[in-house]
């Protein structure tokens, strides 16, 4: 990088009348270093008017041209983007220096540097070549003046790089300027000449090749001049015309009617002032209507302003002269520039003009419009993409920049179609600058917008109903960036996603990929539930795998009972198998933490012949019911599978089971008269099963079964305690109670009256859960009164056995209780009011146990 600073620029020699050009880049890394910097020299042999393109960008580079001390910048090209820089300035003779940059650390782009200078003067007898130049008359304005010439030639060493005209008006008029005929490259600019003599630069048309120049306005009374130059190296004929017409200015609306921006085919602009006056006399409000005949890019330029103005753009009646619904603004600060740069639809408009406040000044406006070929600026013009399925459909683009050097890029729209309620995912991504997206309904509602800050991606996830839906890309501001928008439909999220899988009995085999964690409009698919049932005892098998994150595999029985699961970490496959009895089950996927991922499941069955065994036990409110026995083992060439117990109970009752002594898996569920699982237990490996439940009166089967494969002995024992005593039909009116007869405290009415607190009050030695006369002790009641507010501790223990504890108010509820496992101490601690409560003792199971119960 030689060239990176002014004291090492690189030496061009003398820029003369032939181009010099130069093709580097800047903003690449060389010899592990940015190249941040091209400095250049040259030199000017005489006064000359020089001028530099600096074009071929891929990203956006500035250019500065600085005199010959190193450090004063006397002109600059800082356009947005790739834009063309261009710097016309006349230069004595002496050294200068070209410094070319890129806009930011992160850029890096090719450019071409090309550089001319043409020594003032021009061929003798050519009055157009200094300023004043021509001189139009007012009648050859009013009819029409027409000119032709030639420019960019060189005769005696001189080339011909300017041709002048200058013209007055007496008064405001409309004018219309045209140069074309051109073989090449040519370029105007319109002056006002102020009475010091000073020149101010209005408008500068730079269309490029030979395309035709052309201009279009009103402009006050004064005196103005005409610059006819080529573009760089150019050489060509023109033709000059120019005609001015009558206007007339309405204070109100519709102000200056300016006509069809489109079918005029150039800009319009104008300069007036704005603030004048005193009172109701002040002029608040300038008025421009005009009308476009096509759908066009619109671009409004405000400026020369020496107080604060501001500009609005409404839609207009041009029937009622009434202005519409307000479209856009700007309202920069001070004297700074105003502009808009948008979309407009065929119609009519009104442009509006006014002070800040007390504010007065001159200003001059230009509006433009065209027609994009490039760009999807509305919904009606919105690209087509079709439905939406799972695979993204995938655009790239860039919005925000300018079009043609003046009209914005302001939104991209893409139109696309749900067939059926799908969740929408969209992503806009792979920004330089922010950029929002949103998403219209059919008739242009907005449905859901994504406006994250800077760069960051945007996105949107929402379930939408089957129909047509609009995409608007935007920038945020003045921001300008190239996108990555993708969009694609899923079916839509739900917390559980079911699937009927039927008998894998007779299906044998069920395969399913699916994926689960997925969130969509704010729900989460936090499980997958498989529903299937087998029809005899079948041994299952089910794997899960094919996961990139974890997720982990659960078996479940009808009554939402846990039989057995598998958990490994990762995306380690999962598996189980369990032979299960003729019933409804579900497996569930489900993703660990905040995993999302796809899976594969497969589910197979294959039937279990196997040898039942079935006891009949009887009516079970009269007595215990206790049987050892064996499960899983072959017994004549086929396996022992299932053992069932039929009972009965002639009275709602609390039932209580117990399945324990195994040495392998087994389960145990009670079935009713209809085959219907009422209540189970699936406890995992030789951990003993418990069942403790209500059951009304009715017949039951007990099912005992083993753990797939596993063999094992049990010892089963069940009972149950009537909670409505049953009536003896012989006599109804005297029902007997035969745990009343031999347990005096075995009810609420005939519980032991311990006394009144807050003495101490113990009961010690007592047992519970022993039979006496053919009736089994299950419950002891005790009555406490407490005679004042306050804290109260009760201690059962000295156990042998387990049992469970039980406070309850005067009227027997429940207001504590303590259900410790085994022979561990119940405690209850409370602060209680004043009165009479009662204390339960019960036995768990076939628990037979002293204990000693101490009140304090």
Do not use: C
């Amino acid at each position: 990088m030689p060239d990176d600073t002014i004291k090492d620029a690189t030496f061009l020699d003398v820029i003369g009348v032939e181009p010099t050009r130069v093709n580097e880049k800047i903003g690449f890394r060389e010899n592990g270093k940015i190249d941040s910097n091209d400095y250049f020299k040259f030199t000017i042999a005489e006064e000359s008017d020089f001028n530099l393109t600096l074009d071929g960008l891929d990203k956006d580079a500035n250019v500065e041209l600085i005199d010959s001390d190193g450090k004063s910048v006397l002109r600059s090209g800082k356009k947005p983007g790739i834009n063309k820089e261009v710097i016309d300035y006349d230069l004595e003779a002496g050294d200068y220096y070209v410094r070319v940059f890129p806009k930011g650390r992160s850029i890096a782009t090719d450019y071409t540097l090309t550089m001319s200078a043409a020594p003032k003067g021009g061929p003798a007898g050519d009055p157009p070549d200094k300023a004043p130049g021509l001189a139009i008359s007012a009648e050859d304005l009013v009819n029409g003046f027409t000119y032709s010439d030639e420019i960019g030639f060189t005769e005696n060493k001189q080339r011909d790089v300017k041709d002048y005209f200058t013209f007055s008006l007496d008064e405001d008029r409309e004018i219309n300027l045209t140069l074309d005929q051109l073989t090449a490259d040519a370029n105007v600019k319109l002056f006002e000449i102020e009475k010091n003599g000073k020149t101010t630069k209005l408008v500068d048309l730079e269309n490029k090749g030979t395309d035709s120049e052309s201009l279009f306005g009103v402009l006050p009374k004064g005196n103005y001049a005409i610059e006819v130059s080529p573009q760089g190296a150019a050489k060509t004929k023109y033709e000059l015309k120019l005609k001015s017409d009558e206007v007339v200015k309405d204070k109100k609306l519709p102000g200056l009617e300016i006509g069809d921006l489109v079918q005029k085919g150039t800009s319009f602009f104008t300069i007036d002032q704005i603030g004048f006056g005193t009172g109701t006399q002040r002029n608040q409000k300038d008025f421009y209507t005009f009308s476009v005949s096509q759908d066009a890019s619109f671009y409004l330029d405000l400026e020369g302003m020496k107080a604060n103005a501001n500009v609005a753009v409404y839609e207009y009646d041009a029937e009622s002269k009434t202005l519409g619904g307000f479209l856009y603004d700007s309202k920069a600060k001070g004297n700074a520039n105003e502009s808009i740069s948008d979309y407009l639809v065929k119609g009519d408009y009104a442009v509006v003009v006014s002070p800040q406040r007390g504010a007065k000044t001159e200003y001059y406006l230009e509006l433009d419009t065209a027609l994009n070929s490039d760009d999807i600026p509305t919904l009606e013009t919105a690209e087509k993409l079709g439905e939406l399925v799972d695979k993204p459909t995938v655009r790239s683009d860039d919005v925000g920049k300018l079009l043609d050097g003046r009209f914005r890029d302001q939104s991209d729209w893409y139109e696309f179609t749900v067939g059926e309620e799908k969740n929408v995912n969209i992503t806009l991504d792979s920004l330089r600058a922010n950029l929002d997206v949103k998403v219209y309904d059919s008739e242009g509602k907005e449905v859901d917008k994504s406006n994250n800050k800077g760069q960051k991606d945007e996105t949107i996830n929402k379930t939408l109903d089957a129909g047509t839906y609009y995409v608007e890309v935007v920038p945020f501001g003045t921001a300008i960036s190239r996108y990555r928008l993708s969009l694609n439909a899923v079916a839509p999220v739900k917390p559980e996603d079911i699937f009927e899988v039927g008998d894998i009995t007779t299906e044998k085999k069920f395969v399913n990929s699916d994926q689960v964690g997925r969130e969509g409009s704010g729900v989460r698919n936090e499980a997958d539930i498989y529903n299937f049932s087998v029809s005899s005892n079948t041994k299952i098998s089910a794997v899960l795998d094919g996961m990139s994150q974890d997720a982990n595999l659960e078996l479940y029985d009808s009554a939402n009972n846990l039989i057995v699961k598998s958990e490994n970490t990762g995306k380690s496959g999962e598996l189980l198998g369990r032979t299960l009895a003729p019933g409804d089950y579900y497996a569930k996927v489900i993703p660990v933490g905040n995993a999302e991922t796809d899976y594969r499941l497969e589910i197979k069955g294959s039937e279990v012949k196997s040898k039942d065994e079935t006891f009949k036990v009887g009516n079970l409110g009269t007595k215990q019911y206790k049987k050892s026995e064996d499960i899983g083992k072959t017994q004549g060439g086929a396996p022992n599978s299932n053992d069932y117990y039929n009972f009965s109970l002639d009275a709602d009752s609390n039932f209580t089971l117990n399945l324990d002594t195994m040495t392998a898996d087994a389960n145990v569920r009670v079935l009713d008269s209809e085959g219907k699982t009422v209540l189970s237990s699936f406890n995992p490996g030789s951990s003993p099963e418990k069942i403790n439940g209500e059951l009304a009166a009715g017949d039951y089967k007990v099912h005992v079964f083993a753990a797939g494969t596993a063999k094992t002995n049990y010892f089963l024992s069940m009972g149950a305690e009537a909670t409505i005593d049953p009536v003896d039909p012989e006599d109804p009116e005297d029902p007997e109670d035969p745990i009343i007869g031999s347990d005096p405290n075995g009810t609420l009415e005939t519980a032991t009256d311990l006394g009144q607190l807050p003495d101490l009050i113990t009961q010690p030695d007592t047992k519970i859960g022993f039979t006496e006369n053919g009736v089994r002790d299950l419950n002891d009641y005790y009555k406490i009164g407490v005679g004042a507010a306050g804290d109260v501790t009760i201690v059962l223990d000295k156990l042998k056995a387990n049992a469970d504890l039980a406070l309850l108010d005067s009227s027997g509820a429940l207001v504590y209780s303590s259900a410790q496992k085994g022979v561990a101490t119940e405690i209850i601690s409370a602060a209680l009011d004043a009165g009479d409560y009662y204390l339960k003792v019960a036995t768990v199971g076939t628990a037979q146990t002293s204990y000693s119960l101490s009140i304090f």
